[in-house]
């Protein structure tokens, strides 16, 4: 059973940085997509950044040049890292990580792409 926990988050001034990470277990992680969203009070939830089996990278407009995506392979585990800076007010909302097994005609933009999730992790900017 893929399981997914995030660390990481917490409160920082505009202008900073954060790292959040996401300890994955229980899966063959060379066949899934990994990604990360957000969810701010009253809004949907969004994608912010996903890397891929060959680790393309690819970002939200409003992170891209700020947000950076990568991963961490070991046996049978992963850590995917989200490394924020430059960090603004608007970037605060729940974080969540996210696993989806890789489909070829699959729209990793979707949340509904993925099949597991983290519990989420606050991250509060403020100005």
Same mark, same amino acid.
């Given at each position: 059973?893929?399981?997914?926990?995030?660390?990481? &988050?917490?409160?920082? $001034? !505009?202008? #900073?940085?954060? +790292?959040?990470?996401? /300890?994955?277990?229980?899966?063959?992680? @060379?066949? *899934?997509?990994? &990604?990360?969203?957000? $969810? !701010?009070? #009253?809004?949907? +939830?969004?994608?912010? /950044?996903?890397?891929?089996?060959?680790? @393309?990278? *690819?970002?939200?407009?409003?992170?891209?040049?700020?947000?950076?995506?990568? +991963?961490?392979?070991?046996?049978?585990?992963?850590?995917?890292?989200?490394?924020?800076?430059?960090?603004?007010?608007?970037?605060?909302?729940?974080?969540?990580?996210?696993?989806?097994?890789?489909?070829?005609?699959?729209?990793?933009?979707?949340?509904?792409?993925?099949?597991?999730?983290?519990?989420?992790?606050?991250?509060?900017?403020?100005?």
């Amino acid at each position: 059973q893929v399981q997914l926990v995030e660390s990481g &988050g917490g409160l920082v $001034q !505009a202008g #900073g940085s954060l +790292r959040l990470s996401c /300890a994955a277990s229980g899966g063959t992680f @060379s066949s *899934y997509v990994m &990604g990360w969203f957000r $969810q !701010a009070p #009253g809004k949907e +939830r969004e994608f912010v /950044a996903r890397i891929e089996r060959s680790g @393309s990278t *690819y970002y939200a407009d409003s992170v891209r040049g700020r947000f950076t995506i990568s +991963r961490d392979n070991a046996k049978n585990t992963m850590t995917v890292y989200l490394q924020m800076n430059s960090m603004k007010p608007e970037d605060t909302a729940v974080y969540s990580c996210a696993a989806g097994l890789f489909k070829y005609y699959g729209n990793y933009r979707l949340p509904r792409e993925y099949g597991y999730w983290g519990q989420g992790t606050q991250v509060t900017v403020s100005s």
